[in-house]
């Protein structure tokens, strides 16, 4: 088993930057492709980056392309998606998730394990 914490969430303006990190623990003796994936209020949750098991593979939606920035620390067990230029439409929860897969996609059946949410908040 793998547990995941998320944290860096928080109340930010228009315009401005968060990032958040999820730190892996548990079974952590093999590497995971690890992805982020938000909900917003009333909405279904949907992918937002993942990064392969080794860090050379990074996809995102194209909603954060050029804004937000997916990476890891595979030494550290952890996970960071450094978001700017955040606006209203970032508003929601964020999850973090790992997959066994070497290279992981924007489904959530790919992913494995999943931790409990940090709230993101963007004010106009």
């Known amino acids: 088993q793998v547990q995941l914490v998320e944290s860096g969430g928080g109340l930010v303006q228009a315009g401005g930057s968060l990032r958040l990190s999820c730190a892996a623990s548990?079974?952590?003796?093999?590497?995971?492709?690890m992805g982020w994936f938000r909900q917003a209020p009333g909405k279904e949750r949907e992918f937002v980056a993942t990064i392969s098991r080794s860090g050379g593979h990074t996809s995102y939606a194209d909603s954060v392309k050029g804004r937000f920035t997916i990476s890891r620390d595979n030494a550290l067990n952890t996970a960071v998606l450094q978001m700017n230029s955040l606006n209203p439409e970032d508003t929601g929860v964020y999850y973090c998730a790992a997959s066994a897969r070497l290279i992981a996609g924007w489904s959530e059946i790919e992913y494995d394990y999943w931790g409990h949410g940090t709230q993101v908040t963007v004010s106009s």
């Open positions: 548990g079974r952590t003796s093999r590497t995971y492709a």
